[in-house]
């Protein structure tokens, strides 16, 4: 009768232990999600594109500023780095959900890898570098990829955008009417810079303001027309619907000008590729067919300076390449 007791209150230990870590499993889930879950996530974003916004003189912005790091202490090394805030800007710009301190760790640990193999290699200094440098660079090629992609989808679309804008002011409703409606009605990522318009000035953010932060976000010169012509027109007046009409007609003509030139300039461009490429695939290939006759000029240090003189005369050549083949409109 006495061993009784004794597992009964073995038994209720046990389910307190039970209860006690199935709660604890509970409340680490649910602040997991809470900070890290979907909804939390898509908060969060909101709250960084409206950080871009830009403060006025004399206000302080309610807004918390964009993470840099996932990591409190990194974000603060960060935060006194004058070069953070373009980068985050840049990756605004690219269209990624990546922090500052993401980017950086991705190109320190891709050039980490290069030079442990060039060292594992014995492989001179220059060429641990270059081994070094190449993979470092991959991450910040891929960031640049996506924002001139996502720049130029966001050019082509501004004059639809005006368009719907103009056709709704034509109709009798107002320009932040008129761009829920567009935010609404277009596909991204032009719905998505507007959206964020829209909803700063419903939060009561200025539409000076709205419209600086649109142009932070989206560094291209048609946009800034924009802002300028509507901030022109709220302070001078003027039919809004006609402005922004002539604006989307120049920009279409801009666009076109711009497709003319790249398919006149096509044959230079194709040639800057094919002389600048041209000389390491055609090494390559001497080495590959007979390496005895390209070995002098990776082991003699005659062959060695002549070598080096050639790389920065076709890295010069390049840039004067690309400089010659790149027409702005």
């Not at 990591?71 to 373009?86: E, K, N, Y």
């Not at 993979?135 to 924002?147: D, E, H, Q, S």
């Not at 761009?179 to 032009?190: F, G, V």
Request: with cysteine; charged share 15%.
């Amino acid at each position: 009768m006495s061993q009784n007791p004794s597992g009964h209150a073995i038994f209720v230990v046990l389910l307190l232990v039970f209860v006690s870590i199935f709660l604890l499993i509970e409340g680490a889930w649910l602040l997991y999600r809470a900070r890290r879950g979907p909804e939390a996530m898509r908060l969060q974003r909101r709250l960084d594109r409206l950080a871009h916004t830009a403060a006025g003189p004399d206000r302080r912005s309610l807004l918390k500023p964009g993470r840099l790091s996932e990591l409190s202490f990194v974000a603060r090394i960060l935060s006194g780095i004058v070069v953070t805030s373009t980068l985050h800007n840049l990756l605004g710009q690219a269209g990624l959900h990546w922090t500052v301190a993401r980017l950086l760790l991705l190109s320190a640990a891709a050039g980490a890898a290069g030079l442990a193999l060039g060292l594992l290699g014995a492989q001179p200094p220059y060429v641990c570098l270059v081994l070094a440098g190449m993979p470092a660079a991959l991450p910040w090629g891929y960031v640049a990829t996506l924002r001139r992609r996502r720049l130029r989808r966001l050019a082509l679309q501004l004059p639809e955008a005006l368009d719907l804008i103009a056709r709704a002011v034509r109709a009798g409703h107002s320009l932040p009417l008129g761009i829920q409606m567009l935010a609404e009605e277009m596909q991204q990522p032009i719905a998505a810079e507007f959206r964020l318009v829209h909803e700063q000035v419903s939060f009561g953010v200025s539409l000076q303001q709205a419209l600086a932060g649109l142009c932070e976000r989206v560094p291209l010169t048609d946009y800034r027309y924009f802002a300028v012509a509507v901030l022109i027109q709220r302070q001078s007046g003027g039919n809004l619907a006609e402005v922004l009409g002539n604006l989307s007609k120049l920009i279409r003509e801009r666009l076109k000008l711009l497709a003319r030139i790249r398919v006149l300039s096509a044959e230079g461009r194709m040639s800057a590729w094919t002389l600048a490429l041209l000389p390491f695939l055609l090494g390559a290939l001497l080495n590959w067919v007979n390496p005895d006759f390209m070995r002098p000029l990776w082991l003699d240090p005659i062959g060695v300076g002549i070598l080096r003189a050639l790389l920065c005369m076709m890295l010069l050549g390049i840039v004067v390449l690309s400089r010659i083949t790149r027409i702005r409109v």
